[in-house]
């Protein structure tokens, strides 16, 4: 299994304050990739990076931030959770630029009340 | 816009039958096809990745194919077992990264 953790694993939180999500890498690839699944929608893609410092939005960017000071990390933030924002994150991570093949990570379930 | 559909949404089937899952999308402009598995309450597993330039990959009684010009994949799993009950879902990745996943097939194996 790719080497791939996420923090917390289980998060409450009240409407309205800022929630930041953290994922980690040991496998030293470049493209990291913040996805939310939902009954109904299925998996979809909120931001990635390329690299460093380096991010862009993904299909449902609204309400989100991401950051990536350093190659293992990638943090996901809500500035002011809402409810819409209940959902199960995942991290994924792709390093082979011909395939883009992504691993997963355990996912992050956050309840906003 | 890319759409990705998965047929069946659920299946049940005794051990031991050859079983097919399919994923239809409608941009053939895509750069690979993903294969996954999900367990309740996990993470995605990766099965296979089938690249734009390829026709079939397989992994142990695994087999997934790739037709673009249809748009179509399909999933074959030879012999199942109950331990293959699980959500699996396909992943089409286009240009930009940009990675769209089907609803995914419920598989249930009985014993």
């Known amino acids: 299994d790719a080497g791939i953790t996420q923090s917390p694993r289980h998060k409450v939180t009240e409407t309205g304050t800022p929630v930041t999500l953290r994922c980690h890498q040991t496998e030293n690839h470049r493209y990291m990739y913040w996805y939310r699944q939902d009954p109904g929608h299925g998996l979809r893609l909120i931001h990635y990076?390329?690299?460093?410092?380096?991010?862009d939005k993904g299909e449902v960017s609204d309400g989100y931030s991401v950051s990536r000071s350093k190659t293992e990390d990638f943090l996901l933030t809500l500035e002011s959770a809402t409810s819409s924002q209940t959902s199960v994150y995942f991290c994924a991570i792709s390093e082979d630029r011909s395939s883009y093949e992504q691993y997963f990570g355990p996912g992050t379930r956050l309840t906003v009340t | 816009k890319q759409e990705v559909t998965q047929i069946p949404a659920a299946l049940s089937v005794p051990e031991g039958e050859n079983l097919v899952l399919n994923c239809s999308f409608t941009d053939s402009a895509i750069y690979n096809l993903q294969w996954f598995r999900q367990d309740p309450g996990k993470g995605l597993t990766s099965l296979l990745l089938i690249q734009s330039s390829q026709r079939e990959q397989t992994s142990g009684r695994l087999n997934a194919s790739l037709d673009k010009s249809s748009g179509r994949s399909t999933l074959y799993i030879a012999a199942s077992q109950p331990g293959d009950s699980a959500t699996y879902l396909c992943?089409?990745?286009?240009?930009?990264?940009?990675?769209?996943f089907g609803a995914g097939t419920r598989l249930f194996v009985k014993a």
């Open positions: 992943a089409v990745i286009g240009g930009g990264f940009k990675t769209i």
């Open positions: 990076s390329y690299g460093v410092k380096d991010t």
